[in-house]
């Protein structure tokens, strides 16, 4: 069965003390990774693409990391509006259908 | 702004009683999705609808009914709403090439919070 799991569950920072975030997957032909900032009350917001092992995305404090099985997501001296859940998806196929397989997500909270 | 807009925030339904959800984007795209997301589990495919006049079932389509009003709308119908159906649920349209962040990108609206008692 194809699936998406996130981990840790939680992960608790203090402002300046770099982690990672993982998403390991098993799905027939990966199509595209995605990552998602999700703040409370709020619909996820846009992060990342990763089409292909190897490829790196960086944005601001975050970059984003991809091999054959799993995904990282690395916060670099996180600040506490950094603090969200944050979600990864994967596209198995290329189709009309569009259908991700989103993962549970992992908390984030970034103490000053 | 641009964006996905769902309408109502919240909404409390007792057992058996009926309700539509409202979502439009203003951002020309293509294809819409429905969600929910319930606690410890990811965002559950509901119905999407791939471009204006189609809609098919996601993963877990049971209970929901889904219309696609033209291409800003789409709605997402609870006939017989049941506690099971307690959850947040989220509109999203997917853009193509040429939009802001390009084709495959989910733009998702802020979200209804649905209580069935």
């Known amino acids: 069965e194809d699936q998406v799991t996130q981990s840790p569950e939680a992960l608790r920072l203090q402002e300046g003390e770099s982690s990672s975030l993982n998403c390991s997957y098993t799905v027939s032909g990966l199509r595209g990774l995605f990552w998602y900032r999700q703040d409370p009350g709020k619909g996820p917001e846009f992060l990342f693409t990763l089409y292909s092992a190897g490829e790196e995305k960086e944005k601001e404090r975050l970059k984003a990391t991809l091999t054959k099985k799993e995904s990282f997501l690395h916060i670099t001296a996180p600040k506490p509006e950094d603090s969200a859940t944050y979600l990864c998806?994967?596209?198995?196929?290329?189709?009309?259908?569009?259908?991700?397989?989103f993962g549970s997500g992992t908390r984030l909270l970034v103490r000053p | 702004n641009a964006g996905v807009t769902q309408t109502p925030k919240f909404q409390v339904l007792k057992t058996g009683q009926s309700m539509t959800l409202q979502c439009a984007q203003d951002m020309n795209h293509n294809s819409m999705y429905w969600y929910r997301q319930d606690p410890g589990m990811g965002l559950r495919l509901i119905y999407y609808?791939?471009?204006?006049?189609?809609?098919d079932k996601g993963e877990v389509p049971n209970g929901y009914n889904v219309s696609r009003l033209n291409k800003r709308e789409f709605s997402l119908r609870l006939e017989s709403a049941a506690p099971s159906q307690t959850s947040v649920y989220f509109c999203?349209?997917?853009?193509?090439?040429?939009?802001?962040?390009?084709?495959?990108?989910?733009?998702f609206g802020a979200g209804s919070r649905l209580t069935v008692l």
């Open positions: 998806a994967v596209q198995e196929n290329w189709d009309s259908s569009y259908k991700l397989i």
């Open positions: 609808s791939a471009s204006e006049g189609t809609t």
């Open positions: 999203a349209s997917r853009g193509s090439a040429g939009t802001t962040y390009g084709a495959n990108v989910l733009t």
